[in-house]
């Protein structure tokens, strides 16, 4: 069975943090919130942090290095602290240490910890307002917990479910947009007690207003995938499923609503193309005879399968770059870019080189992004008007024209891309290009990235394309709103490190803020220098005006650890040690 992972708040992929993570099984007993100016008695003992003058609204989730490489403790940081804030909450075990979670080695790319954002939705406007991570989900000992981030509710983490063989969190499902009402989908092995052999492995399903006595929620026996749909203000009004070759619709308590019309047509897989944003039509691919694209409309009280839109021909692909739109979603079939409206048949909107592919889709307001491979390997980005027009290739700089590496990510703010470029040194390049191919200009040379900072309010239209760098937060997108990429949002500001003299990484570096709109420089601060020989990595994902957190991969020949560090996005000089060990 496969669910695809939407995931509005999934934090710190451990590929990304360079986490060597443990096999699950072990792992200390629950753990509490502790005050905000107490500390885990096995990390390092930080300054004391002032009294705060009032309880934030949210805390600041972060993974920092317990007493080993193989573990991380769960990090709650009051956004409210002095300048120099300790372990403001921290969740340790019943001993006062820090609580590890773990996450299977064999399945590195699943987060250790997965967060839900609430966000303010403005259907007319066509935006949203990031207003926080309001609730953490993770896995410790076997079992499933959940942990308030919002500085007014209880800072006991709550026991999710009786389930004691969990692996962990796969992903999870938010119910609206407040994020009060989810499901978290979780792995647990099976009789041979592994989470490292999956053929026995079980994935249950718990809702997160669950207690410790609660029996877990098992999808109906012959699932195969199983998708949420959602109203236009963000409220998931259920789960479209695919059993035994036919779509069912169950509503949000996981209650059989009844079978999707015309949604019984022997089919063995179906997976999301993209949204139609407050239209209440999805966009499906469905695995059949032949396999095709269809229209998915719905009420809270049922559901319509559309005949096909588009086939393809003699191929059976299990997934296509899609992503969705207020007026249109998009898709690609080999060289091909394709557009859908309501329930009509798709028309070709661009037609690339013959034998090459369209592998990713993303998009700025105005037009849609795609990376393209040609036959021969090349690598290349190309756009097209959403209004219609001809593709244009974009002077952005890939394989071998970027030292052999791509690009971190593109990432859009409003029609401008954003990209990076590889430099001999090591450093790179923050450069841009106008999404209609004019003004190519670098922005910062000879810099270490970092991670972005989004706006507080946007459009979850304008999207990067391409995989981890820049933009990486899939939080940027409201939920109910249409998919719109792989990435997120909008792009306000980029993060870097100016490195130190003769170094390529960010220790003794100077944390950086530039807004790509303004050309304007914050200087965030100085993360410290190391004199032990180890590099410093470090990643962030922040918005305007709001408190963020810094995570610093510290490794060496002896050791890994990680660090987290606090910061304002466009306050300069508050950058603040949070857990330096």
């Given at each position: ?403 052999h590496t791509a690009p971190l990510a593109l990432d859009a703010a409003g029609d401008t891309i954003v990209f990076t470029r590889a430099l001999g040194s090591g450093l790179v390049d923050i450069a841009a290009i106008d ?34 760098g820049y933009g990486v937060n899939a939080r940027s997108r409201a939920p109910g709103q249409p998919e719109a990429a792989p990435l997120g949002g909008q792009l306000a500001s980029v993060l870097y490190c100016v490195p ?82």
């Open positions: 069975m496969t669910l695809r992972m939407r995931k509005p708040g999934a934090l710190w992929p451990a590929l990304a943090l360079g986490m060597t993570l443990a096999g699950c099984g072990g792992g200390g007993p629950p753990g509490v919130w502790v005050d905000p100016n107490a500390t885990p008695a096995s990390s390092p003992t930080p300054a004391s942090p002032a009294p705060t003058t009032a309880v934030p609204d949210q805390y600041l989730p972060a993974l920092a290095s317990a007493n080993t490489d193989t573990a991380v403790s769960l990090l709650g940081v009051n956004p409210l602290a002095a300048a120099t804030p300790g372990l403001n909450a921290a969740l340790t075990d019943a001993n006062g240490g820090p609580t590890t979670i773990y996450s299977d080695p064999a399945y590195t790319g699943t987060s250790a910890v997965h967060t839900t954002a609430a966000y303010g939705f403005d259907a007319g406007a066509r935006s949203y307002t990031y207003q926080g991570e309001t609730r953490a989900y993770y896995v410790s000992g076997g079992r499933i917990y959940r942990a308030s981030l919002v500085g007014s509710e209880s800072r006991t983490p709550v026991q999710l479910s009786y389930v004691s063989n969990a692996c962990f969190v796969e992903h999870h499902y938010q119910g609206n947009a407040a994020a009060t009402d989810n499901w978290v989908g979780v792995y647990t092995w099976g009789a041979d007690g592994k989470c490292s052999t999956m053929a026995d492995a079980s994935f249950v399903m718990v809702r997160d207003n669950a207690t410790s006595s609660t029996a877990p929620t098992y999808f109906p026996s012959g699932t195969n995938h199983a998708e949420i749909v959602t109203d236009e203000n963000g409220k998931a009004l259920g789960f479209v499923v695919l059993i035994s070759g036919a779509l069912r619709f169950y509503n949000w308590s996981m209650s059989l609503i009844g079978d999707v019309a015309n949604g019984a047509g022997g089919f063995w897989h179906f997976g999301w193309i993209g949204e139609l944003g407050g239209q209440k039509t999805a966009y499906l691919l469905v695995n059949g005879s032949p396999t095709s694209v269809r229209a998915l409309t719905y009420t809270a009280g049922g559901a319509t399968l559309s005949p096909s839109l588009y086939s393809f021909s003699g191929i059976h692909p299990t997934s296509v770059p899609g992503i969705g739109g207020w007026d249109a979603a998009w898709f690609a079939d080999g060289n091909k870019l394709l557009r859908l409206t309501g329930t009509s048949a798709a028309t070709t909107a661009a037609t690339l080189a013959s034998g090459g592919s369209i592998t990713a889709l993303g998009g700025t307001t105005n037009f849609i992004v795609l990376r393209f491979v040609a036959a021969d390997g090349t690598v290349s980005v190309w756009s097209v008007p959403r209004a219609g027009g001809g593709a244009v290739r974009l002077d952005i700089p890939w394989t071998a024209a970027n030292g999404a209609d191919g004019s003004n190519a200009r670098t922005l910062v040379a000879g810099v270490v990235p970092v991670g972005s900072v989004r706006p507080a309010s946007a459009s979850p239209l304008d999207t990067p394309v391409d995989s981890t130190a003299s003769g170094r390529g990484d960010c220790a003794g570096g100077t944390l950086t803020q530039y807004d790509i709109t303004g050309g304007t420089l914050t200087t965030l601060g100085t993360i410290p220098a190391v004199t032990d020989g180890s590099t410093l990595r470090a990643w962030a994902d922040a918005t305007s005006a709001r408190p963020f957190t810094v995570a610093v991969l510290r490794s060496g020949s002896a050791s890994t650890l990680r660090d987290v560090y606090v910061a304002t996005a466009g306050s300069a000089g508050s950058l603040a040690t949070v857990a330096r060990h």
